[in-house]
């Protein structure tokens, strides 16, 4: 087993012996439902009022979504996935509510039972499903309130809820705070890497993510190198804390408003006019999405994620680097908060172009590429793992299609998902990551 | 009063009635829920653009998405194509529609129409066995699913023995056509109460993901 996927499986047992561990007050059944109910009440709107009233079952959605394509098993139907909140919808804030309510049935607790299985173990959040129906239903933002509801019935698996009381309490996650980000940045000071931490003022932040901390501090030294060959005035703000925001993939709202307030205040405090995210999909996409909404008011800076930053340098002529020698082919895989969520296709492909790859497309790529499987948690998740396995075996399959040499992506989330896929299926692709690549071949 | 008579009188107008006023209460009610303000920064402001994009090419899956929709995908399009060309091009139908609107149109020859809804009846009969069979559409079919597909096929099964003169039991010609003006009736009045809405709902939905994906610079 590699050092990574043998860092990945202690993480993994890691949070699931937290989990066990984690004292929580377990809530009466007609309270959980209660509860449930409340979020939904406060975050259906016009939008999924009219998503909701379209839906067809026709269940097309079904067909894109890996976990029913590798299982065959109909309860992965996306839109089955947010039956409670549809039948909450009809009944209780629909028009015809008031007929409905005699002939359809009421949320029960055996109902969330269900649904927490389906919504945290076999839902990465990817969107595929978003993308082909035909009566154009978002499901996805739908799955993040179904996750917010469940959470809010303190019913989420005992790994999230160990994290999110980790957030809240101490401000860290799995243990990675401050003090590690200094480490990690005195480690690659020692190798000569210039890291600025902490600088009171600075026109670009970037953030530092516990996970990279973790496993890939290679990707920590690739950014500094890249911002430090720019010339840029920039820094990292240690108490910027994690920039995964895992909390926006466990559904605790107030774990996940925390965080986003934090990153924004320190972003604000040092006066920068940009936010660097660096590999990390929710994190890009909790922070370019739910940032501004948390905070209620626009964000002063923009916010991108590394990717799309060094691909905007690179278009731009501002970063420069070495063509690589010839004969190099890779295949991207599109991170979905990255991707489908936040619309960035081509600035990774430019970066790769620059390195003068060839870049082999999968038959699924940009906006219908599959997820590597692991999206929105579950590669931590160990009940998911039969689950995450045939998901990954599609994402196989297709990245083996392209014959490409490797596979290229920009999400340490995805980046672990591949890794130990690969491990637990023998799979011989090498996984690298474009921040890197980039770095290594710096003009 | 006939069935026949009061299928095309007080039968019809109260399908109508119940068909407008409960349209337009969902249509209402639906829309008049308010949206919630985004205060991100949008990637892309080509609202109109987009969302008018999405209505269209919503039609038009890319193939990897398509090629495993492909049979619900034609047989989608096969059977509104048919029932809609034998609603209102067949030369009895025609007629109907003068009355109310004092105008009528070119019509197909009969032969045709009856072949289109031949093969529109066997599409929906097929689409009721998969819902049937098929492990996704088991789990997620409802009540309402069955109760429109029934409603849309007891149409062309009464159309087909009316025009065929076919009595079943003694049954009478003017019986079987007063028994399908009735089935379109019942159609109308189960329309604003299920999944028929779609006809009303598809295109703002379709509007409304192509809005959202502009926001964050997807085309959808």
New interface residues.
């Given amino acids: 087993m590699s050092a990574v996927a043998t860092d990945i499986q202690r993480l993994r047992e890691e949070l699931r012996d937290r989990g066990a561990t984690v004292k929580t007050t377990e809530l009466p059944p007609a309270e959980r439902v209660a509860r449930v109910k409340e979020v939904f009440a406060r975050r259906l709107d016009g939008n999924m009022a009219t998503y909701l009233e379209t839906c067809l079952h026709c269940g097309m959605c079904a067909e894109v979504c890996h976990f029913y394509e590798a299982t065959g098993e109909g309860k992965y139907t996306p839109i089955y996935k947010v039956e409670p909140l549809r039948r909450f919808y009809r009944r209780e804030l629909a028009p015809m509510g008031w007929l409905r309510k005699l002939v359809m049935r009421d949320i029960t607790p055996a109902d969330l039972d269900e649904w927490q299985k389906l919504v945290y173990d076999a839902c990465t959040q990817c969107a595929r499903c978003d993308m082909i129906c035909p009566m154009g239903i978002q499901i996805s933002p739908m799955i993040a309130v179904m996750r917010e509801a469940i959470a809010e019935a303190g019913m989420q698996p005992a790994e999230n809820k160990a994290l999110a009381k980790e957030v809240l309490e101490k401000g860290t996650l799995m243990g990675v705070g401050p003090e590690d980000y200094r480490r990690v940045a005195a480690d690659l000071a020692a190798q000569g890497i210039v890291v600025p931490l902490d600088k009171p003022k600075a026109r670009v932040v970037m953030l530092m993510s516990a996970m990279d901390a973790m496993l890939f501090t290679s990707a920590i030294a690739a950014t500094a190198k890249i911002m430090n060959r720019l010339g840029l005035d920039w820094t990292f703000r240690t108490n910027a804390g994690d920039a995964a925001v895992f909390d926006w993939t466990s559904g605790d709202e107030r774990a996940k408003a925390a965080a986003l307030r934090k990153i924004v205040a320190e972003t604000v405090d040092a006066g920068a006019s940009t936010l660097i995210v660096p590999e990390c999909g929710h994190g890009y996409a909790a922070v370019r999405w739910d940032g501004a909404n948390v905070v209620g008011a626009e964000l002063p800076f923009e916010v991108l994620s590394i990717s799309e930053f060094v691909g905007r340098e690179i278009e731009a002529g501002r970063l420069k680097v070495k063509p690589l020698p010839a004969g190099k082919s890779v295949t991207y895989h599109d991170p979905c908060k990255i991707g489908r969520w936040s619309g960035v296709f081509e600035e990774p492909r430019s970066a790769l172009k620059a390195l003068g790859v060839e870049i082999r497309e999968m038959e699924s790529h940009a906006k219908t590429n599959y997820c590597c499987g692991g999206g929105a948690g579950l590669v931590l998740n160990e009940r998911a793992n039969k689950l995450r396995a045939g998901a990954f075996h599609i994402k196989m399959r297709e990245a083996d299609a392209t014959g490409a040499g490797s596979v290229v992506t920009a999400c340490g989330h995805c980046r672990m998902t591949f890794i130990a896929g690969a491990q637990h299926a023998n799979w011989q692709k090498p996984i690298e990551s474009l921040v890197e690549l980039v770095a290594a071949n710096l003009a | 009063m006939t069935l026949l008579e009061f299928a095309r009188g007080p039968g019809m107008q109260w399908a109508l009635v119940i068909f407008l006023v409960g349209v337009a ?2 249509l ?9 303000r ?4 949008p ?2 402001t080509a609202y109109v653009k987009a969302g008018a994009r ?2 269209i090419m ?2 038009i ?2 193939h ?3 090629k ?2 492909q049979f ?2 034609l047989t ?1 399009y096969a059977w509104h194509l048919g029932f809609f060309a034998t609603l209102l091009l067949f030369g009895p139908h025609v007629p109907f529609f003068q009355q109310f609107l004092g105008f009528g149109w070119p019509t197909l020859p009969n032969i045709v129409v009856l072949v289109i809804a031949g093969f529109t009846l066997a599409i929906l009969i097929a689409l009721v066995v998969r819902r049937i069979i ?10 309402d ?1 069955w109760i429109a597909v029934f409603l849309v096929i007891i149409p062309l099964v009464t159309g087909f023995l009316s025009y065929a003169h076919i009595g079943v039991m003694g049954v009478r010609y003017e019986t079987l056509l007063g028994l399908h003006i009735l089935s379109i009736e019942a159609l109308l009045v189960w329309f ?2 299920s ?1 028929l ?2 006809l009303f ?2 295109f ?7 809005v ?2 502009e926001r ?5």
């Fill in positions: 209460w969902r209402v009610g639906t829309f008049l829920i308010a949206r919630r985004d205060l991100s920064k990637k892309g999405s209505m919503r039609s899956p890319p990897e998405l398509e495993n929709i619900q995908h989608g098929h492990p996704v559409m088991r789990q997620i079919s409802t009540l699913d604003p109460f999944k809405m779609h709902f598809t703002p939905s379709r509007y409304q993901i192509g959202s994906m964050k610079g997807v085309k959808a």
